[in-house]
C-alpha cells in the first residue's frame, strides 16, 4: 500500500484529500490549527469559473453553487464614487470561507486518516508522497526547498469582515483612492464582505485597525463609510501579507507543493484559494491514475506556469491600487479612458 502525507488542512489540502479515489492508498492529512470556525470570520471567497469547474470534477459544485451567491458584476471606482471600470462579467461563486471549509471537510472520504498536529520537520514523514499544503509559511518548502524559498514578507496590512445586511447590492466593487483601497462583494443572502489594504501600516489589534479605518474612508462614498460604521471587532480579522518567491518547480524528489505553499499571492485578484483548489484537483486526479513519480513529473509540468502569473499578476494589480499621489491620478486617467474606449 502506498501512503501519502498532505500537510495543511485548509483549502489546498481538503480538496485533495477530497479529489484522491484510490482504495489501495493510505492517504494521512496533518492539521495543526484550530478548525477555521473558531478563527475565522466567514469573509468570503469568490470562486472562479476554473475553479468551479474543477469542483464540479469532484462532485462538489453543484452544492457550492446552491450554497453561495452569484455576483457576474465587478466594478472599480474612485474614492469620490465615480466609476473608473467595469470588468467583464464572469460568473463567480461567493461563499464563506468557513463554509467552503466545511463542505469540502464533509466531502472527505472515510479512509483518509486526520491528524490533528503540527508536522514540525517536512523530511520526517515516511511515504510514497509528501504533500505541502500547508500554506504560505510552509514547513514541507522549507525542509525540501531551503530556508532560501521562504515567503517574503509585504508591508502591507490587510482589514476584512463581514456585516449583516445587503450593502452590496449583489456585485462586487472596489473603490481605488489615493494609497487607499475599499472592496465591499456579497457573501451570502443578508450578509455583506468587505476589505481593506493598508500599505505600510501595522496595527495593535482590530480595534486599533478599525479606528485607523473608520478616520481613512471620512471622505469616501456612503456605501463604503456606512459598511465600516457597521463592522465590528468580532467579525474583523487583520492580517500581514507574505508573498511567495518564484520556484522553478514545486515538486522535488517525493514532495509537491499546491496553494499557498507554492505561491501565495496578495488578495487582489482573489484567486489564491481558486488556484489552490485547480492545484489540488490537478494532482488529486493524476495521482488517481497514475504511479506517484509519474504523477509529480505530470503535476510539475501542469502547474509550473499558470499559478505563477496569477501571483506576480496579482501583486501588480494591489501596487497599482494602492497607488498615491501622480500614480494615483494617471491610474484613473487610464482606467476612465480604458472604461469609455
Ligand atoms: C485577506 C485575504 C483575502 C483573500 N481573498 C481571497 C478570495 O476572495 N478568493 C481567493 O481565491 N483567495 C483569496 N485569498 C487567498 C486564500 O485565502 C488562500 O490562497 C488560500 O486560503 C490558500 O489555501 P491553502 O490551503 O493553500 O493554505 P491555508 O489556507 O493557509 O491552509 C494551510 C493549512 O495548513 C496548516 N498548517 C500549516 N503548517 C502546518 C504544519 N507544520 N503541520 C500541520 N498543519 C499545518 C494550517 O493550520 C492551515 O490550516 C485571500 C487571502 C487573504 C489573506
Not at 477530497?18 to 475565522?40: K, S
Not at 462579467?89 to 466531502?107: C, N, P, S, Y
Not at 479605518?213 to 492580517?239: S, Y
Request: hydrophobic content about 40%.
Amino acid at each position: 500500500m502506498s501512503t501519502i502525507h498532505i500537510v495543511g488542512g485548509g483549502i489546498a489540502g481538503l480538496t485533495l484529500a477530497a479529489t484522491l479515489r484510490r482504495p489501495d492508498w493510505d492517504i494521512v492529512l496533518h492539521e495543526q490549527g484550530r478548525r477555521p470556525e473558531e478563527r475565522e470570520v466567514g469573509t468570503a471567497f469568490g470562486l472562479w469559473p476554473a475553479a468551479m469547474a474543477a469542483l464540479d470534477r469532484i462532485g462538489l459544485g453543484r452544492s457550492i453553487r446552491e450554497q453561495g451567491v452569484h455576483a457576474s458584476k465587478a466594478t472599480i471606482r474612485s474614492a469620490d464614487g465615480r466609476l473608473l471600470t467595469r470588468l467583464p462579467e464572469q460568473d463567480v461563486v461567493m461563499i464563506g470561507r468557513t463554509d467552503l471549509h466545511r463542505m469540502l471537510r464533509g466531502a472527505l472520504p472515510a479512509s483518509v486518516r486526520w491528524r490533528d498536529a503540527r508536522v514540525p520537520d517536512g523530511r520526517a514523514l515516511a511515504g510514497d508522497v509528501i504533500v505541502g499544503a500547508d500554506g504560505v509559511h510552509s514547513v514541507v518548502r522549507r525542509d525540501h526547498w531551503g530556508d532560501g524559498s521562504a515567503a517574503r514578507p509585504r508591508r502591507t496590512t490587510v482589514l476584512r469582515g463581514v456585516i449583516d445586511g445587503d450593502h452590496s447590492g449583489g456585485e462586487v466593487t472596489e473603490y481605488w483612492g489615493n494609497g487607499r483601497l475599499f472592496g465591499i462583494s456579497p457573501v451570502a443572502a443578508h450578509r455583506t464582505n468587505w476589505f481593506t489594504a493598508f500599505p505600510e501600516q501595522r496595527f495593535d489589534g482590530v480595534e486599533d485597525g478599525l479606528r485607523h479605518l473608520r478616520r481613512a474612508v471620512r471622505d469616501f462614498p456612503a456605501p463604503v463609510r456606512e459598511t465600516v460604521a457597521a463592522a465590528e471587532a468580532e467579525q474583523t480579522l487583520v492580517n500581514g501579507i507574505s508573498v511567495s518567491r518564484n520556484l522553478l518547480s514545486s515538486v522535488r524528489g517525493r514532495a509537491v507543493l499546491i496553494g499557498d505553499a507554492a505561491h501565495a499571492m496578495t488578495p487582489s485578484l482573489g484567486r489564491g484559494a481558486c488556484e489552490s483548489m485547480l492545484d489540488a484537483v490537478a494532482l488529486g486526479a493524476l495521482l488517481n491514475r497514475h504511479r506517484p513519480a509519474e504523477a509529480l513529473r505530470r503535476y510539475r509540468r501542469r502547474r509550473l506556469v499558470a499559478p505563477q502569473l496569477i501571483r506576480a499578476a496579482s501583486s501588480m494589480v494591489m501596487n497599482v491600487s494602492l497607488a498615491s499621489g501622480r500614480r494615483a491620478r494617471v491610474r484613473d486617467g487610464l482606467l476612465r479612458a480604458i472604461g469609455r474606449s
